[in-house]
């Protein structure tokens, strides 16, 4: 059983940065890609950002194109997300994904595990 522990969310303002954390366990992390989520109110659950399996290929949600950069530490099993410049419009509950494939994937039928989430509140 994969499990997925997002940390770092919190409440901000317009052009602050927040850095997300997400710590895996129970499947062999450094072989498999991993990707960001997030669901803002009354809204579907979108992709934000994903990488692939050792960390030389990401793909970005043209939202968050040049503000937000996904990583991953495959020696501490964590994937993080450095979010700069963030906008009101960027909050959501973001969560974290484990996928079986190693490439980049960025729909959500892709990914097989899911983290309960972290509340990221950017005010104007």
């Known amino acids: 059983q994969v499990q997925l522990v997002e940390s770092g969310g919190g409440l901000v303002q317009a052009g602050d940065s927040l850095r997300l954390s997400c710590a895996a366990s129970?499947?062999?992390?450094?072989?498999?890609?991993m990707g960001w989520f997030r669901q803002a109110p009354g809204k579907e659950r979108g992709f934000v950002a994903a990488i692939n399996w050792s960390g030389s290929s990401t793909y970005y949600a043209d939202s968050v194109k040049g503000r937000f950069t996904i990583s991953r530490d495959n020696a501490n099993n964590t994937v993080y997300l450095q979010m700069d410049s963030l906008k009101p419009e960027d909050t959501a509950v973001y969560y974290c994904?484990?996928?079986?494939?190693?490439?980049?994937?960025?729909?959500?039928?892709?990914?097989?595990?899911w983290g309960q989430g972290t509340q990221v509140t950017v005010s104007s």
């Open positions: 994904a484990s996928t079986w494939v190693k490439s980049v994937v960025v729909t959500t039928v892709m990914y097989d595990y």
């Open positions: 129970g499947r062999t992390f450094s072989s498999y890609a």
